[in-house]
């Protein structure tokens, strides 16, 4: 003991017993004098002694090792504690000749705080051999990394004496899982009322009792936190001192020509409880002089392989990595059925061709292509349906700036079924803000091949329609969360798109006479309602007060009457408006797209959905007059729960026919479109005030757009609306409520 304290050991041991040529040591703790960062308790040592008393080995059996805060803190105590005992003894820093034999087994090491946030490591059943031979190994380890976790099973190593210290030589490794959690989307609330003449929130579910029109959020820096993570997370001179480190820790690990061979590799990707596997595969690392290679490489398929190579230079230059081969079926590389909704593994085919580069100035370049055939996805996010036989490619060169916080996209380019989209730009950070010029571009197509191109799991009912004439887009985007007011967007549909044939089921002369509708009840069941011309239900356009008219205008779709069922000024603004709010706030569906989902869709919320929206929108405006479309829309739209068509609106509100509504009461019905189940009336039946602050904000746009005159403005002014009633009230002041 008294020897162990002269060398800065605390050892505290609770029994000890006598052996042949032996002394066991049993429930032992072990402190290093100011080295608070490590702690040793062992259940037993067997310290092993020549039959002249001298020190012949010592063996450790169970117990726990306990280390806490960073690397760089553990190795600067650790250091200090060794040059603390040198001057204490006077001992020469070099390593002694003869070197006592250790060995271990049953250890068990937990680490916590070895980064910022991190949980907690554990390494279990580790044993070791110093001796005339060196070997180190542990039967399972868990280790948290950032974004994801790292499990390694059955693990076992050989070492081998250099100058500078023992080297891994060789080792084999039964089993290494390491699982990559990808973050889980998280999307902004939808605003409850959409500014004049904006358009609809797409899908908006607002809370039932808003009655305040929420201003555009002036702050876009929340929204542009997530896209600074890959730019300026971690400066790259940290990034800088962790590549120094990890050289310096492989140039001790790996002697020169040594090769590490991990027989079982297998590489997970969580998002929730979904995963997607890759492995196992052979895994193996050796070094060459100052070169560091390694490679990951999965079976091969009739002589074709995927690989996955690097170099780890030991000197400062540059790193490299390249992920290519194929073509191989998604199954040989490793993925299970159902992965991330794949379907049909053996069957998908996977050609890459990557290449990586990270210079010492922190610049990573990466060149990429590929392709993935026949490729089968069941995602709700899609379609209801599988979505079968996609042919995917994919081509994009991106640099990557550490230093300089620049992330720059050019040349590319993804393709479904040979009809592509191209991309280019620039995101810049600057401390918390960001600058970001994205290009993009879908090269004139005929429309019918765009048709053609998308599987038919996402146009299900369009199967049989034929479109004509070509389409086209130019879109871009310049935008800084440091100057949102001087976001600019262009967004330029080049249309020319024509129905050639309808399919009877789908022909929208179908609306001409009385049909079901599929709407949702009051308590959100689904249900069907009967309407169509000369039904209860339905009141003609020349019946309904044209205030209406000026409502939906004013209210959802200021263009209607000259765009062709699409407003490129609208989604231009939508894109600017929920760049400058940092989530989004507002659509850009035009009366005829919502007439389209209506009439056509599910409220399911997929990209097949609106897909077949953007097609039945052309169909419905190629075939029918915007009288028709208006009369049509206002027949069958929700103006709350379970109140459906102009008629019931009107009535529940208001107590009226639709040809006898007020200027305020038709924009009031105009206003609830975005947000129909919202309440907007106090107790006493009269209408809040906010929103009646609202209406007369319309009533001004209305006047400025000359859908008014004069007098109905002044007229419109003076109405109080009183839920139920038909007629105005006199004046009254309103309730504070609000």
């Not at 028709?628 to 009107?650: C, H, K, Q, T």
Request: aromatic fraction near 6%; charge should be negative.
């Amino acid at each position: 003991m008294s020897r162990a304290h002269a060398r800065g050991v605390e050892l505290e041991v609770s029994s000890v017993r006598l052996g042949w040529f032996s002394v066991q040591l049993r429930d032992t703790s072990l402190q290093l004098n100011n080295v608070p960062a490590l702690q040793v308790q062992l259940d037993r040592v067997v310290v092993n002694v020549t039959p002249w008393l001298g020190l012949r080995g010592i063996e450790l059996h169970g117990g726990e090792i306990t280390l806490s805060g960073s690397p760089d803190a553990l190795s600067d105590q650790l250091q200090a504690w060794r040059a603390a005992q040198q001057r204490a003894t006077a001992e020469p820093s070099a390593p002694s000749r003869s070197r006592l034999a250790v060995s271990a087994e049953g250890v068990s090491l937990r680490w916590s705080g070895a980064e910022a946030g991190s949980a907690v490591q554990v390494v279990k059943g580790i044993s070791f051999e110093r001796g005339e031979a060196q070997r180190a190994g542990f039967e399972s380890a868990h280790l948290e990394l950032a974004g994801g976790a790292l499990d390694i099973t059955d693990a076992r190593a050989e070492f081998e004496q250099t100058k500078e210290g023992p080297a891994l030589a060789s080792a084999v490794v039964a089993q290494i899982v390491g699982r990559l959690q990808l973050g889980d989307r998280s999307a902004g609330n939808a605003a409850s009322a959409p500014a004049a003449g904006a358009g609809t929130t797409d899908d908006a579910n607002p809370d039932d009792d808003a009655d305040e029109p929420p201003p555009v959020a002036a702050d876009a820096r929340g929204g542009a936190s997530r896209l600074l993570a890959p730019i300026a997370s971690v400066p790259w001179e940290r990034r800088k001192e962790q590549l120094d480190r990890l050289r310096k820790l492989a140039a001790r690990a790996l002697t020169e020509d040594a090769t590490v061979r991990f027989e079982r590799v297998q590489i997970e990707l969580a998002r929730g409880s979904s995963l997607l596997n890759v492995g196992p595969a052979p895994f193996k690392l050796s070094r060459h002089k100052s070169l560091i290679s390694a490679s990951f490489t999965p079976p091969s398929q009739d002589g074709k392989q995927l690989t996955l190579q690097g170099q780890l230079p030991l000197t400062e230059s540059p790193i490299e990595a390249r992920f290519e081969g194929g073509p191989i079926s998604l199954a040989t590389l490793g993925v299970h059925e159902g992965d991330f909704g794949l379907l049909g593994v053996s069957k998908s085919e996977l050609t890459v061709a990557t290449r990586i580069s990270l210079s010492p100035e922190g610049v990573l370049d990466m060149a990429a292509s590929g392709q993935l055939e026949r490729l089968t996805l069941l995602q709700p996010a899609l379609a209801p349906d599988p979505v079968q036989n996609m042919d995917l490619g994919w081509r994009g060169q991106i640099r990557l700036d550490l230093a300089k916080h620049r992330l720059e996209i050019k040349d590319a380019g993804l393709s479904v079924e040979g009809v592509g989209a191209e991309l280019g730009g620039v995101f810049e950070s600057n401390g918390q803000d960001l600058r970001v010029a994205l290009r993009l571009r879908v090269p004139t197509t005929p429309c019918q091949r765009l048709l053609e191109a998308a599987p038919s799991a996402l146009l299900p009912q369009l199967q049989g329609l034929r479109l004509g004439g070509t389409m086209g887009l130019d879109a871009s985007v310049d935008f800084d969360t440091a100057k949102p007011k001087e976001t600019q967007v262009e967004w330029n549909l080049h249309n020319k798109c024509s129905v050639l044939e309808t399919p009877e089921d789908i022909d929208p002369d179908h609306f001409k006479q009385p049909f079901t509708q599929l709407v949702l009840d009051a308590k959100g069941e689904p249900a069907e309602l009967n309407t169509g011309p000369t039904t209860p239900q339905w009141v003609p356009i020349s019946e309904i007060t044209p205030y209406m008219e000026t409502a939906v205008v004013v209210c959802e779709d200021s263009r209607f009457f000259s765009h062709h069922g699409f407003d490129d000024k609208a989604i231009g603004n939508s894109i600017g408006d929920n760049l400058r709010a940092g989530h989004f706030v507002r659509g850009a569906s035009t009366l005829s797209m919502q007439l389209a989902k209506n009439l056509y869709l599910s409220r399911e919320k997929t990209l097949s959905r609106k897909l077949q929206e953007a097609v039945f929108t052309l169909l419905l405006e190629e075939r029918l007059s915007k009288q028709e479309i208006l009369e049509l829309y206002l027949n069958v739209v929700e103006f709350g729960p379970g109140i459906y068509g102009i008629r019931d609106a009107a009535m529940h509100y208001f107590n009226a026919h639709p040809g006898e509504l007020s200027l305020g009461q038709a924009l009031y019905l105009g206003s609830i479109l975005p947000a129909p189940k919202a309440n907007h009336f106090q107790a006493d039946g009269a209408l809040k005030k906010r929103w009646a602050d609202h209406l007369q904000t319309l009533m001004r746009v209305a006047f400025k757009i000359h859908r008014i005159g004069d007098a109905e403005l002044a007229a419109g002014m003076n109405e109080h609306l009183v839920l139920g009633q038909a007629q105005t009230l006199p004046d009254k002041e309103f309730s504070s409520d609000g």
